[in-house]
T-cell receptor
Framework: DAGVIQSPRHEVTEMGQEVTLRCKPISGHNSLFWYRQTMMRGLELLIYFNNNVPIDDSGMPEDRFSAKMPNASFSTLKIQPSEPRDSAVYFC????????????FGQGTRLTVV | GIQVEQSPPDLILQEGANSTLRCNFSDSVNNLQWFHQNPWGQLINLFYIPSGTKQNGRLSATTVATERYSLLYISSSQTTDSGVYFCAVEENSGGYQKVTFGTGTKLQVIP
């Protein structure tokens, strides 16, 4: 398996534009997580899905952020409209089970909003 | 929520030296993982270690869940060990996992 695949690897966009980050989890994994990493706040869990259903989105910073998982092999994290403070590295991770399972991370998307 | 503290926050080692990184957590956890974030930003799983001791080459980890800490040992350090080491703990919240990361230990191994 190729592991968790995220795209794009880098994204530079202007403030106010819509940004869509994509993630393909490891085949067979039924939990998917979106994290954000910043210098100020470290690694934060934004949202996670189990069997394509959002379970906990309490980490989503505000309504400008939305995440979907239309099927078991694909998820998106959308920011609309984007702001400079959204600049961060966004990681997607997947695991086999929602409880007590090893999580595997993608390589991340480095987002810069100017 | 659960607090995860890592120490030291920064560490500089001479190549070949050994080190111990610590992760303390404030409540019972179901799982603990150690990750290495390399200078290119990639997060790499090191250990999945809810309890006990595991070894993988020059690295080993021990988690004492009853005392709420975990240790990561790096022996004979190499420059490629440089980066940030995170521990992440997992607690069961309503039948689902809730993951909290520590703030990391930034390691620099110098030749």
């Amino acid at each position: 398996d190729a592991g968790v695949i995220q795209s794009p690897r880098h994204e530079v966009t202007e403030m106010g534009q819509e940004v869509t980050l994509r993630c393909k989890p490891i085949s067979g994994h039924n939990s998917l997580f979106w994290y954000r990493q910043t210098m100020m706040r470290g690694l934060e869990l934004l949202i996670y899905f189990n069997n394509n259903v959002p379970i906990d989105d309490s980490g989503m910073p505000e309504d400008r952020f939305s995440a979907k998982m239309p099927n078991a092999s694909f998820s998106t994290l959308k920011i609309q409209p984007s702001e400079p403070r959204d600049s961060a590295v966004y990681f997607c991770a997947s695991s086999l089970s929602p409880v007590v399972a090893e999580a595997f991370f993608g390589q991340g998307t480095r987002l810069t909003v100017v | 929520g659960i607090q995860v503290e890592q120490s030291p926050p920064d560490l500089i080692l001479q190549e070949g030296a050994n080190s111990t990184l610590r992760c303390n957590f404030s409540d019972s956890v179901n799982n603990l993982q150690w990750f290495h974030q390399n200078p290119w930003g990639q997060l790499i799983n090191l250990f999945y270690i809810p309890s006990g001791t595991k070894q993988n080459g020059r690295l080993s980890a021990t988690t004492v869940a009853t005392e709420r800490y975990s240790l990561l040992y790096i022996s004979s350090s190499q420059t490629t060990d440089s980066g940030v080491y995170f521990c992440a703990v997992e607690e069961n919240s309503g039948g689902y996992q809730k993951v909290t990361f520590g703030t990391g230990t930034k390691l620099q191994v110098i030749p």
